[in-house]
């Protein structure tokens, strides 16, 4: 019998399990079930008094990549960037945590050891009015291909399976601080509490543009953080892959499998 995604998201919830997979087609609604399921844990019509600041959830799907976006550099068509647009997630992961490594490493496993991402420091420009703009730290992301040697590198635009790993790559490393943060068993010892709260990861098909092994080998890397992961938190996954749910059950992490028909 079919589902509506309410239905499929309030049993995900029920189950109560540390770890549900479910394997579904592209457009069966993955990425819509991941905001009915973020409603009814962290709804936006929060009760008044309640603190905003306390995340319930955290979430990869096709929103996480709105986050980032492009600057062709019309005019010139030279200084190509992909900007971020400002948020606690990556504030946090870049400038408070100092990811900026482990980013790069994630993304060059999944693409090339010679595509390196080059992230900002604050610098000011002028508007057409000449008047001083401030564009923060770790607001924009630059790309270029190194040499091996000291001829400085062109900018380039990567491609759009490309710009997916590096997204991921980010949320990955958040993924990856915030276990660490929480495996700290008592809430006082921990750097810092705004993860206390935290009770789900929803991770909505981890980028599909991958090959095989490159999709096998992030299967693998998801599993083996979780396996990790010693706290109350739970995960959600989708996929739409079959080598990646095929993977997850192998890694003996999946707790429970759930094959729902979405209507």
């Known amino acids: 019998m079919a589902q509506s995604l309410t239905e499929i998201a309030q049993s995900l919830k029920d189950a109560n399990k540390k770890v549900q997979l479910i394997y579904a087609f592209n457009g069966t609604g993955k990425t819509r079930l991941s905001r009915e399921f973020k409603e009814l844990i ?47 997630y990556t504030k946090w992961v870049l400038q408070d945590q100092g990811q900026e490594p482990n980013i790069t490493a994630h993304f060059q496993r999944y693409t090339s050891d010679k595509l390196t991402p080059h992230f900002n420091e604050e610098y000011t420009i002028k508007d057409q009015n000449n008047r001083d703009i401030t564009i923060p730290a770790y607001s924009e992301v630059r790309f270029s291909f190194e040499r091996g040697n000291d001829e400085p590198s062109e900018f380039v635009k990567i491609s759009k399976g490309e710009e997916s790993c590096f997204v991921w790559s980010v949320f990955y490393s958040l993924l990856e601080q915030t276990i ?47 396996k990790s992961n010693q706290s109350d938190l739970k995960f959600i996954i989708t996929t739409h892959t079959i080598h990646c749910f095929i993977m997850y059950c192998l890694m003996n992490s999946i707790t429970r499998i759930q094959v729902p028909v979405i209507k």
């Open 42 to 88: 962290a709804p936006k019509n929060q009760e008044v008094g309640e603190e905003e600041t306390k995340i319930k959830m955290m979430y990869y799907n096709a929103f996480t990549e709105d986050l980032f976006y492009w600057d062709n550099d019309l005019h010139n068509d030279v200084d190509r960037k992909l900007k971020i647009q400002p948020n606690g």
């Open 180 to 226: 660490n943060v929480l495996n700290v068993a008592e809430e006082a010892d921990r750097e810092t509490d705004q993860f206390n709260d935290l009770q789900y990861v929803f991770i909505d098909d981890p980028v599909s543009s991958l090959d095989d092994t490159h999709l096998i080998e992030l299967a693998v890397n998801i599993a083996e953080l979780i």
